[in-house]
Each structure stands twice: as structure tokens, then as C-alpha cells.
């Protein structure tokens, strides 16, 4: 069986440089601006590129964080020194919980040594 590992992110969007909350029709909203937050479009869906780093666990008991990073266009057109300046978002921590195991406990049968002590 394989082993399964469960993981929580929580991610901060409105850490992203360019969004707001606004209200629109009665609704609390959040827009995040495609371009100007480096995000990518593609079949009518819009991604956001980011890096998930593990490490050892902290004093806050996180595993690692995710960070966004830039598409790989974008980054080979500005180059790695200009990509560097800017300064993109931390989103959020990981936290890794133990897995729920589902395996079987086999009882353990004890036996009496002599029938004959029962009180019934």
C-alpha cells in the first residue's frame, strides 16, 4: 500500500501586490489583475506559478512556505538580474499532518487458566 501524507496550504491572496477587495452587486469581491500579478492564461483558465519549499519544522510548527514565482517567459525576458528585483509574494505556510491510518488492530485474546474460579 502506498504511503499517503496529508498536507494543508492556506494561501494569502490578497498578499498579491495588485488585488483589492471591493463590493460589487451586494458581493464582497476579490480582483486580482491578470497581468499585472504575472499571472498566465491558457484555455480560459488563468495560473499562478509558485515554488512549495519543505523544510525541517519551525517554531510555529510549519513545514515549509510557497511563494510565487515567475512564468518561465517572463523570466527569460527580463533576465535574472531584473527578474530578481522584483519582489513577489509570500502566500502562505505548510503544515503536515499524520496520515489517518486505516490498518486493521488484531484483538489480542486472552485466555482464562482456570474456568472453575468464575463467579457465575
Known amino acids: 500500500m502506498a504511503k499517503i501524507q496529508s498536507y494543508a ?19 464582497k469581491c476579490l480582483v486580482i489583475p491578470i497581468e499585472e500579478n504575472y499571472l498566465t492564461e491558457k484555455d480560459g ?6 515554488d512549495l519549499v519543505v523544510m525541517e519544522k519551525d517554531d510555529n510548527d510549519n513545514h515549509g512556505f510557497q511563494v510565487q514565482k515567475l512564468p518561465s517567459e517572463i523570466y527569460k525576458s527580463l ?9 513577489l509574494p509570500y502566500l502562505g505556510s505548510l503544515k503536515i499532518f499524520a496520515p489517518k491510518t486505516t490498518d486493521a488492530v488484531e484483538a489480542t485474546i486472552i485466555e482464562a487458566e482456570d474456568e472453575d474460579n468464575l463467579p457465575f
Open 45 to 50: 483558465a488563468v495560473y499562478m506559478q509558485t
Open 79 to 87: 533576465g535574472s538580474e531584473k527578474a530578481k528585483e522584483i519582489k
Open 9 to 27: 496550504l492556506s494561501v494569502s491572496l490578497t498578499k498579491l501586490q495588485h488585488g483589492f477587495i471591493t463590493t460589487k452587486k451586494g458581493a
